[in-house]
């Protein structure tokens, strides 16, 4: 995909974040819904087992894009299927947009520390891209600071290096293919397992 495309496909969203960013951090009530949520994410979006992602501070678009996703069964990765596909359908279509604004208004997750040698090769590639395999900075679309662009391209800043690691992981394989599965197929089918590695191993510090 050529830069000017990548350009124009941030421009498409980067219009939405002043609108969007109050309303996705504006503080709200616990919904009744998040004392089942907390179990795994954390009752404040923070999750204390990296198998499962940090939700706070997440974009509340993306959010609601992803529980959607779990509910009609468009997200059919592995983790998708066996856990969230049954915890989504609990949610009631009502509560969808109120447990996402939720989540999105708590305070994101901290830095993280992760293998030095990782994270050094792991910045790199976010900042700068793969110019040998034509693979974009992933800063393009997440940001230099991994916060994101609404509502398509997620928060990356902080999250676990081992679920960034397995998304990247099925993106790859195709086995994620929902929202904008298709840009992060391609990218994700040029970076090596330690590419990958080294990549989550960054956000993760973010």
């Not at 592995?78 to 969808?96: C, F, H, Q, V, Y």
């Not at 700068?128 to 990356?156: D, E, V, Y």
Request: glycine residues 10%; charged residues 15%.
């Amino acid at each position: 995909m050529t830069s000017n495309l990548w350009l124009r496909q941030i421009g498409v969203v980067a219009g939405a974040v002043l609108l969007l960013t109050g309303a996705a951090h504006a503080a709200k009530k616990p919904p009744s819904i998040v004392a089942t949520c907390a179990a795994c994410h954390g009752v404040n979006g923070v999750s204390v087992a990296s198998t499962f992602p940090d939700l706070a501070g997440q974009w509340s678009p993306y959010l609601t894009a992803q529980i959607r996703a779990f509910k009609d069964h468009t997200r059919a990765d592995p983790l998708a299927k066996s856990i969230m596909w049954g915890m989504a359908a609990t949610i009631p279509d009502n509560e969808i947009s109120e447990v996402s604004r939720y989540f999105a208004s708590q305070k994101g997750p901290a830095p993280g520390t992760e293998p030095a040698a990782l994270v050094a090769a792991g910045r790199k590639i976010f900042m700068g891209g793969i110019t040998s395999t034509n693979t974009p900075a992933c800063m393009a679309c997440h940001g230099p600071t991994g916060r994101g662009l609404p509502p398509l391209f997620p928060r990356l800043a902080g999250q676990h290096a081992a679920y960034v690691a397995t998304q990247l992981g099925y993106f790859k394989q195709g086995l994620r293919t929902n929202g904008s599965s298709s840009i992060m197929q391609t990218i994700a089918a040029k970076l090596t397992t330690k590419e990958i590695k080294e990549v989550a191993a960054f956000t993760r510090t973010l």
